[in-house]
């Protein structure tokens, strides 16, 4: 359950609470009950409805393309991964062990650079 404060003018809270006193509820009932029936008259809005649905879309189009995204990320990782090819091998130096004799270093402006 969410906690929520609101501010309200004396003379609306003076109102509200009457109104909740004559219905024999507490002013949080009586919010809680007005905050329903505001609902359920959206509910049926058909204005809402469309502009839900325009929200849905946006959100389905939105989680497509980072799905596509990450599966596309991952896919290449794998292949990087698994190298079928002598060009996904780092060539061998002899004269630095065997390894690769070329390393990316991070500069100071954040670009990379091959030493």
Known sequence: MKTLAIRLEDDLHAQL???????????????RQAIEEF???KRHNPELTARADA????I???ATTRREAIAALFKQSEQLALPDSAE???ERDETTGGKSS????????????TS
């Open 17 to 31: 609470s009457v109104l909740a006193q004559l219905e024999e509820l507490t002013i949080t009932d009586a919010i």
């Open 39 to 41: 609902i359920e008259s």
């Open 55 to 58: 929200v849905l879309a946006d």
């Open 60 to 62: 389905e189009r939105d």
């Open 88 to 90: 996904a091998s780092p």
């Open 102 to 113: 070329s390393r990316s270093v991070r500069t100071r402006g954040g670009t990379s650079a």
